[in-house]
């Protein structure tokens, strides 16, 4: 296996983790045509820039969470996506999507507000299943 990390610095497309595609499938019905998580540059900023702190702080868990997260759901405004969420005391989400060019990439990292009741509001829902 691999070990997948996530370079702040970099300015290159990094491969950041590797999903479960066919348990992701099973549980969301999203079928991403590979395993392999890009992260661009462009999305770092991003997250510094609107979610300041959460990469730097938990940016190193993002391979791991990637391969074993608490929930998995769908955002209904975005049919080719999944969002993960993992639960660290704060309640993280990251929002993975395909492209239609066929790779999939990591396109934001936050910590959801009111995270207990989002969660609970979204399983019961169905939008977010225990992943386990």
């Not at 079928?31 to 661009?40: A, K």
């Not at 999507?97 to 995270?115: A, Q, V």
């Amino acid at each position: 296996m691999q070990p997948y990390s996530l370079n702040l610095n970099s300015q290159d497309i990094q491969v950041v983790g590797k999903l479960d595609v066919v348990k992701i499938k099973s549980l969301t019905g999203v079928d991403f045509p590979t395993d392999l998580v890009q992260m661009y540059p462009g999305a770092i900023r991003h997250v510094q820039r609107n979610h300041p702190g959460i990469i730097e702080q938990y940016g190193h868990l993002i391979p791991s969470m990637i391969a074993n997260p608490d929930y998995v759901g769908q955002n209904p405004k975005e049919g080719n996506s999944v969002e993960l969420v993992k639960v660290i005391g704060p309640h993280l989400l990251l929002a993975i999507k395909l492209d239609p060019s066929g790779y999939i990439f990591l396109s934001t990292f936050f910590e959801l507000d009111n995270g207990v009741h989002k969660v609970q509001k979204r399983l019961k829902s169905g939008r977010l299943a225990p992943f386990n």
